[in-house]
């Protein structure tokens, strides 16, 4: 990180950090550099949209911040102790954080890396579909993590993130999200976030899975496309207010790293029991796409596996691996 970058940082993290009014001189202190300095970097902060008050003969105040996502920020907040987002890439605009953090993982890309972008150009969903990714408001991120798993357990990844972003939206709005199997976050029924892992794989070991996370923060109602095929909506939508893109996925990738270690130290019951209790369609009715056929019954609950439960009419219980679910 150059110099210039690393005191625009810092001033902003004692900035937000104290809250009220700071002076020049312990900025200059505390980031030993002059107080011109100082004012330049302050300078430069309000043309990025940071709205900071200097006080005769007191100091500055940071009053609100732009809801940028700035890769080096991000990276002083999370500090060195996590593995997410110990390298992080950031693109002002791409095709897919998914297919960008795929290239560089292939490449060598190390386990933690993080690409975010503020507008995806062709965001991907699932079962091929298209993910909608307007510029500045939501979050779209991908994480390359190189399990030491056989591929058939790669799918309970999925699961770990959707249990992080749970958690994510609890903590930074109060809004109490529920989990659709496999990985759709829902609120008050309408979808919030996606995921999307991608995994390379020899026959018996994953090389890499990358985790795709779509969250729709700030998106405003005529942002969505008329033709969705299920319900949308975004944080905003739900509570009101904003939410700082910044702020969630420091938290984010803070819950992300916890279930991580959690899952590589005990496994996946831990995850499913979290998991189950975001779930809000056990002993409901819900119907099963799969390809062209279609399966009814009321969800029982994901198997060891990640698999999904349903229970038949003749009491067995039929395993699902993958499909479109509809909780009637
Ligand atoms: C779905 O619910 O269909 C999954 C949506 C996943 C979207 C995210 S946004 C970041 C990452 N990059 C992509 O192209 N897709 C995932």
């Known amino acids: 990180m150059s110099r210039r970058k690393l005191v625009s940082s810092g001033v902003v993290t004692i900035l937000r950090s104290?809250?009220?009014?700071?002076?020049?001189e312990r900025l200059?202190?505390?980031?030993?550099?002059?107080r011109t300095a100082i004012w330049k970097q302050v300078a430069a902060l309000r043309k990025k949209g940071y709205r900071i008050e200097a006080v005769p003969s007191q100091g500055y105040r940071l009053l609100a911040e732009p809801d940028s996502l700035d890769a080096c920020s991000l990276r002083l907040?999370?500090?060195?102790?996590?593995?997410?987002?110990?390298?992080?890439?950031?693109?002002?605009?791409?095709?897919?954080?998914?297919?960008?953090?795929?290239?560089?993982?292939?490449?060598?890309?190390?386990?933690?890396?993080?690409?975010?972008?503020?507008?995806?150009?062709?965001?991907?969903?699932?079962?091929?579909?298209?993910?909608e990714s307007p510029v500045g408001v939501n979050v779209y991120c991908s994480v390359v993590l190189r399990p030491k798993l056989p591929p058939y357990e790669a799918p309970q990844l999925t699961?770990?993130?959707?249990?992080?972003?749970?958690?994510?939206?609890?903590?930074?709005?109060?809004?109490?999200?529920?989990?659709?199997?496999?990985?759709?976050?829902?609120?008050?029924?309408?979808?919030?976030?996606?995921?999307?892992?991608?995994?390379?794989?020899?026959?018996?070991?994953?090389?890499?899975?990358?985790?795709?996370?779509?969250?729709?923060?700030?998106m405003r109602q005529d942002q969505f496309p008329a033709d969705l095929r299920y319900p949308a909506t975004s944080l905003l939508l739900e509570t009101g207010s904003s939410v700082s893109r910044q702020t969630f996925i420091v938290r984010l990738l803070r819950e992300l790293d916890q279930e991580y270690c959690r899952f590589c130290m005990s496994g996946f019951g831990p995850v499913r029991e979290e998991w189950s209790r975001?779930?809000?369609?056990?002993?409901r009715e819900v119907s099963v796409e799969l390809?062209?056929?279609?399966?009814?019954?009321p969800f029982a609950g994901i198997d060891h596996d990640g698999a999904l439960l349903m229970q038949l009419s003749d009491g067995r219980l039929e395993r699902i691996v993958s499909g479109d679910v509809t909780v009637l």
């Open 18 to 24: 104290d809250g009220g009014i700071i002076s020049g």
């Open 28 to 34: 200059s202190r505390e980031l030993g550099v002059s």
């Open 77 to 131: 907040e999370l500090g060195n102790e996590l593995l997410m987002g110990c390298r992080m890439e950031y693109h002002a605009e791409t095709g897919s954080t998914n297919a960008d953090a795929f290239l560089i993982a292939e490449e060598g890309a190390v386990e933690g890396t993080v690409v975010l972008a503020d507008r995806q150009l062709a965001g991907k969903g699932r079962l091929g579909r298209r993910w």
């Open 159 to 218: 699961f770990l993130s959707a249990v992080a972003v749970a958690r994510t939206i609890l903590a930074t709005t109060g809004l109490q999200p529920a989990i659709k199997w496999p990985n759709d976050l829902l609120i008050n029924g309408r979808k919030v976030a996606g995921l999307l892992n991608e995994m390379n794989a020899e026959t018996d070991q994953v090389g890499f899975v990358i985790l795709g996370i779509g969250v729709n923060l700030n």
């Open 278 to 283: 975001y779930c809000n369609a056990f002993g």
């Open 291 to 297: 390809g062209t056929n279609r399966l009814q019954g």
